[in-house]
């Protein structure tokens, strides 16, 4: 019982690190195709990058240790900062535009523990255009859809809209970021409850009640938002969303987008269009990204950029069901006897040349337990494949008539 618990164990672990290599390489071709280079950032950082700009990453969420300097360093609690550094440190203000995808653990600790995330994301530096946050939403859009998950949903938001209903409170910053959460909850009584004790005006509380509903098909929400537009800059950004929608027709990616205006991202360095991918059977994002152009500012120079992250592990557990026989091959075993050593070594060099997953059996000749076996005998050798049995004179026969 012990026995078969702990082969479970083992092999459930197996099967994740096939699966975390499966999406990895759906990522990296797709990150090719789309033009972005793989980019690595240490693992070990300052502290002062993450403490010295406000509103970006909670002091007790980072993970510190004491470099050799005595120096406080934190694990990587996130990969946006360091790349959009190291870039912002490189590059001038008027080079063209950047890509670069990753893929980098995060860490991060709560209750007591260290979680450790692999994240795959993209990041593109050096253009504020609605063109580019589509490419940067289309990419997320494509990476899901090419997952063997069951059904995926993207949603879309503005964090600027968001923001510009913010400012029309007056509220203090923290009372902001309490509101941002009822907001993000969707839960009216309590977001009512905040606006009444926090003496908010009539017509803002309407607003801000309202802007949770305006989740839904594109168009729908577009046009709900325009009626409660209070500015300038929300119109914008409503004009802005609009055009991604047209953007995203061209890429022949509308079909699992909804847009969600009360969306709130869990960092708060997103300036503009904001997003978050959800895929069946995980009960949170597993994707996050959006526009940030003012982090940039604060840790370098001022770069527009926009990108995501995706959380790997989220992903696996996403995986249909029916997915967990990756395109594995059989095992190809075999056996010899005493005087074929040297052929037996030298067949499976050839095979594991031809990429090949080949074992050598040296103890016991027992090709009943093998699917795909090869004995190589005094005169001959026998290929076995399921309940097909061929005999051939030699390796070279063997290695050219049969299709392995
Ligand atoms: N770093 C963000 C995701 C992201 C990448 N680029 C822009 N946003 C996160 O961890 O949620």
Request: charged content about 25%.
């Amino acid at each position: 019982m012990y026995q078969s618990n702990m082969n479970d164990v083992l092999k459930a672990n197996t099967l994740t690190c096939e699966k975390k290599e499966s999406i990895i390489k759906t990522a990296r071709q797709l990150f090719y195709t789309y033009g972005y280079d793989e980019i690595e950032t240490a693992i070990f950082e300052p502290y002062d990058l993450y403490s010295s700009v406000d509103g970006m990453i909670l002091q007790d969420d980072m993970v510190k240790v004491i470099g050799p300097s005595g120096k406080v360093l934190v694990l990587r609690p996130d990969v946006t900062i360091p790349v959009a550094r190291l870039v912002t440190k490189h590059v001038g203000h008027n080079e063209k535009i950047k890509r670069y995808f990753y893929i980098m653990d995060v860490f991060r600790q709560a209750a007591n523990r260290v979680l450790a995330h692999k994240q795959i994301g993209v990041e593109l530096f050096g253009d504020d255009s609605t063109e580019s946050d589509t490419e940067v939403l289309a990419l997320a859009y494509e990476l899901l859809a090419n997952l063997p998950v069951t059904h995926f949903t993207i949603e879309v938001g503005h964090a600027g809209f968001v923001q510009q209903i913010l400012e029309e409170t007056n509220l203090p910053y923290s009372e902001r970021q309490l509101l941002k959460q009822y907001i993000q909850s969707k839960n009216k009584t309590d977001l009512q409850t905040f606006l009444i004790e926090h003496q908010v005006s009539q017509p803002l509380q309407r607003v801000i009640l309202q802007i949770v509903d305006l989740y839904g098909p594109p168009g729908h929400v577009i046009e709900r938002a325009r009626t409660l537009s209070l500015n300038k800059e929300m119109n914008q950004a409503i004009d802005h969303l609009e055009r991604m929608h047209q953007l995203l027709d061209l890429y022949g990616m509308t079909e699992n987008i909804v847009f969600n205006l009360g969306l709130i991202n869990h960092m708060d360095y997103y300036s503009d269009v904001i997003f978050q991918g959800f895929i069946a059977r995980v009960g949170e994002p597993v994707l996050m990204g959006g526009r940030y152009d003012t982090l940039t500012e604060k840790i370098g120079i001022m770069i527009p950029a926009v990108g995501f992250g995706c959380d790997i592990q989220l992903l696996i557990d996403g995986l249909k069901k029916e997915q967990h026989t990756i395109n594995r091959q059989e095992d190809i075993v075999i056996y010899y006897t005493p005087t074929r050593i040297r052929e037996a070594y030298q067949l499976m060099r050839q095979l594991r040349h031809r990429s090949k997953r080949v074992l050598i059996n040296h103890k016991e000749i027992n090709v009943t337990h093998s699917a795909r076996a090869i004995y190589l005998q005094e005169q001959h050798i026998t290929v076995f494949n399921g309940r097909e049995k061929r005999v051939y004179p030699n390796i070279d026969s063997f290695l050219t008539q049969y299709q392995l």
